[in-house]
């Protein structure tokens, strides 16, 4: 093979009695191949890690010796190498039942009988180094293949969810179609979620805009109105963003022990409202029902979702039922979910007698960006999102649906299991202004939060340090500065939020810290995120949620 050193294509030669070992190499070297004489098998294996393409032993050479570090070598070869050997014998007699057991020990053998013609050795060296050849290119083509996957790992490395899609891509063709179908679907929804976005910014840039213009013409009056727009226009979109993140779980979630029932309770008058006056609610709670284990937030957030999916489904007036109840999991139903376990759960579920789904769409209706619904009226965001919440919650979510009888989703949240303490919300007016000196390190890359989260501060009457990065902060918390309260970002640049704050209570062992995320990938589940003394809240935030949660803090 071209490209190859010559020692990679020498023989080997051991053959240490008489004139065997000279005779071949000098046969080799006349037809142009090159070699090499090992005087004894040490010298041979010595010779092997430089590099073969076949030996050629003298049966006799390997009788009566230590054969363990030449079967080592050729036990432990990669899976391209099968070194071929020529093995030298003698026609008849014991030696013949000798050569057949180191060819069973020794693998790739061919036997040569001697005394041997040139012409033979030569012709059984040609297609020793053939076959040899093939295994080098199989070589270089492995290394060729694991090179190619490691780029197109690290690559793919920077994709987050897109890995395991275009992974199953490239290794089947029926999935890189599917991802085909998909990534058409995201382009043709783009449009939908664009027009949501740029009204939304419409409203605060406007709104904003006004704001200006009236407050330099001195202008006072209806501000309100103004400063409620960009309000309301910048919690859609926190509202669209928080779904995005939930249909990739990638939320922040606040598991908490949930009374389902109180929680339908609640929503009731909401529900009703949000329905046509022809469609009639039944709400059908089960008796002692068990408590769940979720975030209250995005479980109202899912209950409110699946009522609107099922009004818009009964244009015409129908009967929506919310219903609970406690469920027993066998391991018969869950075998079906993946990592679902079995074991005890509180299902959710909505049902409606619309119009239904058929069953080419009910197999997509949880995929991310599908909707039913025109472009501009639908992100296809609903139902991926709280089959992610229900994912992220150690739960499940499933649906039946049939043509003109309605649809049915039913979602599965684990029982919970130990002592509920009721929670104490502090509200920020009642709560004590800052002592003299109480003072807090905001980490924050963005400087428009850093600047935001520093007027509150400000507001509150605490003093404050600020630092863009980790590396920044870790100076002032190793110096003799007064620090009451850690305020971090959790995506820093570097190192991020929470190995700074495991490196400052090495240095502070009581630091309190507020982690603020708007992208809490290694937050998802804030129990398993949290130490004590830790709390977390997710971007955007109000400066009401803020100012409590430092004031608390602070003064327990």
């Known amino acids: 093979m071209s490209g190859l050193p010559a020692v990679s294509e020498r023989a080997i030669i051991l053959a240490p009695l008489g004139r065997d070992s000279t005779l071949a190499l000098q046969m080799l070297n006349e037809a142009g191949f090159s070699g090499a004489i090992a005087s004894h098998l040490p010298m041979l294996c010595d010779e092997l890690g430089q590099g ?36 030298l014998t003698h026609h008849g007699g014991s030696e013949q039942n000798a050569s057949s057991h180191l060819s069973a020990l ?66 089947n063709n029926e999935e890189a179609l599917r991802q085909s179908q998909k990534m058409e679907a995201v382009g043709q929804l783009t449009g939908g979620i664009a027009h949501d976005f740029n009204n939304m910014l419409t409203g605060i840039i406007g709104s904003l805009e006004l704001l200006r213009r009236r407050l330099a013409r001195g202008r006072l009056e209806d501000l309100d109105s103004l400063i409620d727009l ?18 990739s779980r990638r939320q922040s979630l606040d598991s ?28 059908q709670l089960g008796g002692q029902l068990w408590i769940a284990e979720a975030d ?33 999991l066998e391991s018969v139903f869950t075998a079906a979910y993946g990592t679902l376990p079995p074991g005890d759960y509180v299902e959710l579920s909505v049902s409606d007698t619309g119009y239904g789904m058929p069953e080419n769409v009910i197999s997509r209706v949880f995929d991310p960006f599908f909707t039913t619904k025109p472009i501009g009226q639908g992100t296809g965001l609903g139902l991926s999102m709280i089959y992610g919440f229900a994912r992220q919650s150690g739960g499940h979510v499933t ?36 002592n003299v000196g109480e003072t807090v390190l905001i980490v924050e890359d963005d400087p428009a939060v850093r600047v935001l989260v520093s007027q509150v501060l400000s507001e509150l009457g605490y003093a404050f340090v600020e630092a863009g990065d980790a590396d920044s902060a870790l100076p002032v918390i190793q110096s003799a500065q007064r620090i009451d309260l850690l305020i971090s970002d959790v995506g820093l640049p570097g190192m991020n939020g929470r190995q700074l704050a495991e490196m400052g209570r090495q240095i502070r062992p009581d630091l309190k810290v507020l982690f603020i995320t708007g992208y809490a990938e290694h937050a998802a589940v804030r129990g398993g995120f949290l130490d004590q003394g830790m709390q977390l809240i997710t971007k955007p935030f109000t400066f009401e949620l803020l100012t409590a949660k430092v004031r608390e803090m602070i003064k327990h």
Request: aromatic share 4%; no cysteine; charged share 25%.
């Open 52 to 87: 073969a393409g076949l030996l050629i032993i003298a049966a006799e050479a390997l009788r009566g010796v230590d054969l363990e570090r030449l079967l080592d070598y050729l036990q432990q070869q990669p899976a391209w190498s099968d070194l071929p050997i020529v093995l």
């Open 106 to 171: 020794l693998g790739n053998i061919t036997l040569l009988e001697r005394p041997f013609h040139p012409i033979t050795l030569i012709s059984l060296v040609t297609t020793a180094l053939r076959g040899r050849r093939r295994q080098y290119e199989a070589r270089d083509r492995l290394i060729d293949l694991s090179q190619s996957e490691l780029r197109l790992q690290r690559t793919l490395e920077t994709l987050e969810q897109q890995v395991e899609e275009r992974t199953a891509q490239l290794r």
């Open 230 to 247: 960009g309000v309301t226009s910048a919690n859609r979109a926190a509202g669209l963003t928080h779904r995005l993140l939930a249909f």
């Open 256 to 283: 908490k022990p949930v009374q389902i029932n109180d929680l339908v309770n609640a929503m009731n008058e909401l529900l009703q409202r949000s329905l046509n006056e022809s469609i009639v609610l039944d709400v």
């Open 296 to 328: 209250p937030n995005q479980l109202e957030s899912a209950l409110l979702n699946l009522a609107l999916n099922a009004r818009d489904a009964m244009p015409d007036g129908g009967r929506l039922v919310v219903e609970t109840r406690n469920r027993h």
């Open 399 to 434: 649906i039946h649906s049939e043509e003109g009888t309605g649809t049915t989703v039913s979602l599965f949240l684990p029982r919970y299991i130990g002592e509920v303490i009721a929670d104490m919300p502090l509200s920020p007016a009642l709560l004590p202004d800052a």
